[in-house]
């Protein structure tokens, strides 16, 4: 069972390249790293998800290191609009009994 | 599609009444999962379902707390009797497929039902 660490808010201005790092010290082999979005009052939305090295969607990028014991979101251009919580999920269920955990999210403002 | 629908939004009750929320996931997928989410435990996983099979339901609080999926379009999450300490967001999520290694499934929630229990 990976537990996940992430820094509980950050702060950030419109324009600028905001980096969230998740620390999984203990993540499984078989386990995919993921990350959510989520607004208040609304359900977690699904970012990117990566196993190993890099990668990047339309909307951000994901960083794996070779251990794989943390990964690195990355949001380039922030907008007001990316204001939002953040989770880093680790995990993978199989026929087993393994447990989705999602960590305690970062809270993302953006300024003007 | 339409997502997943949750119903009810809203819910008060008083404390030992039934509560019953329930899902519709999107069409074709399957599997689905049951989260709450509170300030202080964040967002936690209940149940987990896969062709409508019960997969994991280690999360499930206790035995006050009881989920069904009866069908591929339909699930149900029941507390009783219902306590002030139940009151949280609770989620509905499906997906495409399981959730394995090979599987790189992304999981879509429902807009959540808002329970407080008095």
């Known amino acids: 069972l990976a537990k996940t660490t992430q820094p509980i808010s950050m702060d950030s201005y419109e324009g600028q390249e905001v980096n969230i790092t998740c620390s999984h010290n203990?993540?499984?082999?078989?386990?995919?790293i993921t990350w959510y979005q989520q607004f208040p009052s609304q359900g977690p939305r699904f970012i990117i998800q990566?196993?190993?090295t890099k990668v990047t969607n339309e909307v951000a990028s994901l960083f794996i290191p070779a251990d794989r014991k943390s990964s690195t979101l990355s949001l380039p251009r922030v907008s007001l609009s990316d204001t939002a919580v953040y989770y880093c999920?680790?995990?993978?269920?199989?026929?087993?009994?393994?447990?989705?955990?999602f960590g305690t999210g970062t809270r993302l403002l953006v300024s003007p | 599609d339409a997502g997943v629908i949750q119903s009810p939004r809203h819910e008060v009750t008083e404390m030992g009444q039934e509560v019953t929320l329930r899902c519709k996931p999107i069409s074709g997928h399957n599997s689905l999962f049951w989260y709450r989410q509170t300030m202080m435990r964040g967002l936690e996983l209940l149940i987990y379902?896969?062709?409508?099979?019960?997969?994991?339901d280690s999360g499930m609080p206790e035995d006050r707390f009881s989920a069904k999926m009866p069908n591929a379009s339909f699930s149900t999450l029941k507390i009783q009797p219902s306590e002030p300490r139940d009151s949280a967001v609770y989620f509905c999520?499906?997906?495409?497929?399981?959730?394995?290694?090979?599987?790189?499934?992304?999981?879509?929630f429902g807009p959540g039902t808002r329970l407080l229990v008095l």
């Open positions: 999520a499906s997906s495409l497929g399981a959730l394995g290694i090979n599987n790189q499934e992304t999981q879509y």
């Open positions: 379902f896969n062709n409508n099979v019960p997969i994991d």
């Open positions: 203990n993540i499984a082999t078989n386990d995919y």
């Open positions: 990566g196993y190993k």
């Open positions: 999920l680790v995990g993978a269920l199989n026929t087993g009994f393994q447990k989705l955990v």
